[in-house]
């Protein structure tokens, strides 16, 4: 059986053409203005995207097809983007609908590509694949009245699979989380079993005295799970529901964009508010995440001494980026701990193996509603 690269996701590779066939998280919706054009990375190809003056977000080419300006550097018209080099203009669906200097005839006969793009869960979501859009939402989310709270986006310098597989790793957080005392409450080391889905795969983390933690891995790139209250909240918001997704903007850099389901109303949705708008006081005062990081890497700080609005994710960048831009599985030995990961792997080097060898992969579906994250304790 040969093997097969499980971390590229650059065009035409096994794991490129995979990934194309899912709705993706490209980009955290409230930092898309109205009227505004913003170039993004995906998968080592880019994009334009921008959000028309009505509020419809919408991924188009990078460059012009006129002649390759890149499209972002323009303005938004409408719904519409007209390119700053020769005023061509571009509709949604990519179709170039003026041209100033040219015959009235031509703009019909000229378009950028258009790339499906919706928006949920406080994310902007686009599909980069051949043939019609998969179903949208791709993933389902709590029914529970919530607020939506999405986290600071961060750029995390390591390929994509290696963050995800962390997000199935259940008993690092003993571990890499001790400092601050985040995770306490889940801090007793589990015995992991996982399963393959229709969906992707299901997790459990079982404990002593019969408490079980039910995970959700949703195929290709999201993990969604019950985790503690907020760090700073001072409880407030209790324990919410997230969802991970770990987007690749090329094979050793990645997007985490992560929202939570905070299951609040009433004078709790308010208090929680006003603790969000501390948290992110104290955020934007705040050293930057990956400064952190990088004073943790050269070893002119320790772990254990920061604090942090966003601790947790400053321990965990240090050490899944940590691991290198493409970690090396070759020398790794896992254990029975390393349960989730191991049957990952397997599923995901089965269908980049079906597709580089030409064979049809599995029908992947969306998650019924029902089946949802737990916490057991």
Request: glycine share 8%; aromatic share 10%; charged share 25%.
């Amino acid at each position: 059986m040969s093997s097969v690269d499980i971390t590229s996701t650059r065009p035409g590779t096994p794991g490129g053409r995979f990934m194309r066939q899912f709705w993706l998280a490209i980009h955290r919706s409230e930092d898309l203005a109205k009227g505004h054009a913003r170039p993004i990375r995906i998968m080592s190809e880019d994009y334009t995207l921008y959000r028309g003056e009505a509020g419809r977000a919408q991924v188009l080419d990078y460059r012009c097809p006129h002649r390759g300006a890149p499209l972002h550097l323009g303005w938004v018209e409408g719904d519409a983007l007209r390119c700053l080099y020769h005023g061509w203009k571009f509709d949604c669906s990519g179709q170039c609908v003026e041209m100033p200097a040219e015959d009235p005839n031509f703009p019909r006969k000229v378009a950028a590509k258009s790339y499906p793009t919706r928006e949920y869960l406080g994310l902007v979501f686009a599909y980069f694949g051949e043939g019609e859009a998969p179903p949208f939402p791709p993933f389902p989310a709590s029914r529970d009245a919530s607020l939506i709270h999405v986290w600071n986006a961060e750029t995390v310098p390591c390929n994509w699979l290696q963050c995800y597989e962390n997000s199935a790793d259940e008993v690092h957080v003993a571990f890499v989380h001790q400092p601050g005392g985040s995770h306490a409450a889940i801090a007793e080391l589990p015995q992991i079993e996982a399963e393959e889905t229709d969906w992707g795969m299901l997790r459990l983390g079982k404990r002593q005295g019969g408490k079980l933690r039910v995970s959700l891995h949703y195929m290709p790139n999201v993990t969604r799970v019950v985790v503690p209250p907020l760090a700073g909240f001072d409880g407030v918001g209790g324990w919410s529901e997230i969802f991970f997704s770990f987007t690749p903007i090329d094979d050793e850099n990645h997007l985490w964009l992560i929202t939570s389901q905070v299951k609040v109303t009433g004078n709790e949705a308010e208090a929680f508010l006003a603790k969000k708008a501390e948290y992110l006081r104290r955020y934007a005062a705040a050293p930057k995440v990956m400064d952190l990081v990088h004073d943790v890497w050269a070893g002119r700080r320790r772990l254990i001494d920061i604090e942090h609005p966003d601790l947790a994710i400053v321990q965990d960048i240090a050490v899944q980026a940590g691991q290198g831009r493409i970690a090396d599985r070759e020398h790794e030995h896992l254990g029975r701990s390393d349960t989730a990961i191991i049957v990952w792997r397997r599923m995901l080097a089965r269908e980049l193996r079906a597709i580089a060898e030409g064979r049809a992969g599995k029908k992947w579906s969306v998650a019924p509603a029902e089946v949802v994250p737990t916490l057991g304790f």
